[in-house]
């Protein structure tokens, strides 16, 4: 079992950053792949960027390529999403998720490989 909570969300203007962090609470922390996820409202969500346990593979979606940094720290179980030139599009609530894997290269874009969910963080960027 996986508890995640996110945090670092925020109301900032466009251009500006910011860092969203998502700590997690269990067993074997450092053998699960992480990802990110967004949901705006009235939209589905979507994932953001993700990151294997051994922290060398990660994956962007288009939208943030550029944009948007995830890493992780195993040392104290944390994640972490760095967001710069923020837009408008970007407003959404942000959320952090755990799966287990046997494979350090491993990471996952989809909302179903995803075994753990944090309570989420919203983001909002004014223009």
């Known amino acids: 079992q996986v508890q995640l909570v996110e945090s670092g969300g925020g109301l900032v203007q466009a251009g500006d950053s910011l860092r969203l962090s998502c700590a997690a609470a269990?067993?074997?922390?450092?053998?699960?792949?992480m990802g990110w996820f967004r949901q705006a409202p009235g939209k589905e969500r979507e994932f953001v960027a993700a990151?294997?346990?051994?922290?060398?593979?990660?994956y962007y979606a288009d939208s943030v390529k550029g944009r948007l940094t995830i890493s992780r720290d195993n040392a104290k179980n944390t994640v972490y999403l760095q967001m710069n030139s923020l837009q408008p599009e970007d407003t959404a609530v942000y959320y952090c998720a755990a799966v287990f894997t046997y494979s350090g290269s491993s990471y996952f874009t989809s909302t179903e490989r995803y075994e753990y969910w944090g309570q989420g963080t919203q983001v909002t960027v004014s223009s």
């Open positions: 269990g067993r074997t922390y450092s053998s699960y792949a």
């Open positions: 990151i294997s346990w051994g922290g060398r593979s990660t």
